[in-house]
């Protein structure tokens, strides 16, 4: 495990070695690396070398004053892809996900291939559910979690909490037009039950030119850790196949025609 400065600031990151195409996990809101790294890093650490790093005021990398933004958390991770210095295959779940859109759109000379795990490209197309609240039960238990890693404690936890519940309430603001314009093989992965409206994910499907889908019946938001053989099988596939695919009936992708990867 390595401390990068990336933007000027002290950042926890694991590097990915050469010798095999790299896969960097991109975590969710108030969550941190470890989480992507228990649950489907060692399965995909058979066919790749993968890395993480924990943005901003999340896990051991310490927060600042600023606000949050999925806009900043894309410009933490082109930072860190660009410390690299070659190109990966980028795996992000919930907000992960969502930044891993933004660096397909603003920057696919840095990234292979996406896989978006219950993703939202834009903040309506959340099902109706309450954010965390301070002074409950449920926030108190999280707090002790975040306190596991944080540089500053269990006391910056209400701050953190804050900034993600505004940065929920705003953001992001991605169009379908934005989404036609990431020339990036991704495949978009959900739960049945997941924050996002079926509708909506399915709305990220069609608008991305060069999208796969797969619906994980029978979980929630947490499907990679409720079906994570299923996941990393299928992300792996994915990661590895030979595009464009070719199937026995194509309706979609013979009217719009796929282009290879770039």
């Not at 082109?78 to 933004?102: P, T, W």
């Not at 959340?126 to 409950?136: A, G, K, N, R, S």
């Not at 269990?154 to 989404?179: C, Q, W």
Request: aromatic share 6%; glycine share 8%; net charge neutral.
């Amino acid at each position: 495990m390595s401390t990068l400065t990336l933007l000027g600031h002290p950042t926890w990151a694991k590097i990915p070695p050469r010798g095999r195409p790299a896969v960097i996990l991109l975590h969710g809101a108030m969550s941190s690396s470890a989480s992507l790294l228990r649950t489907i890093g060692p399965g995909l650490s058979s066919r790749f070398h993968v890395g993480a790093f924990d943005r901003r005021g999340h896990g051991r990398t310490a927060d600042t004053t600023a606000p949050f933004s999925y806009e900043s958390m894309a410009e933490e991770t082109i930072a860190f892809l660009e410390s690299l210095g070659r190109r990966a295959h980028l795996v992000g779940h919930s907000d992960g996900a969502n930044v891993a859109l933004l660096v397909g759109m603003g920057r696919p000379d840095l990234v292979k291939r996406l896989v978006v795990v219950g993703a939202n490209y834009h903040y309506e197309g959340l099902l109706d559910v309450e954010f965390l609240q301070p002074d409950t039960p449920a926030f108190d238990e999280w707090a002790l979690k975040y306190a596991r890693h944080a540089p500053e404690g269990i006391a910056h936890a209400r701050e953190v909490l804050a900034k993600t519940n505004a940065m929920f309430a705003t953001g992001p603001t991605m169009t379908e037009s934005d989404l036609a314009g990431i020339a990036v093989p991704t495949l978009v992965m959900a739960g049945d039950d997941d924050v996002a409206t079926l509708a909506h994910t399915t709305n990220l499907y069609e608008a991305l030119p060069q999208a796969q889908l797969a619906i994980v019946p029978g979980t929630s938001h947490a499907v990679l850790k409720e079906r994570t053989d299923d996941c990393v099988r299928t992300i792996v596939r994915f990661l590895t196949q030979k595009l464009p695919v070719t199937t026995l009936a194509p309706l979609r992708r013979a009217s719009s025609g796929s282009s290879r990867e770039a």
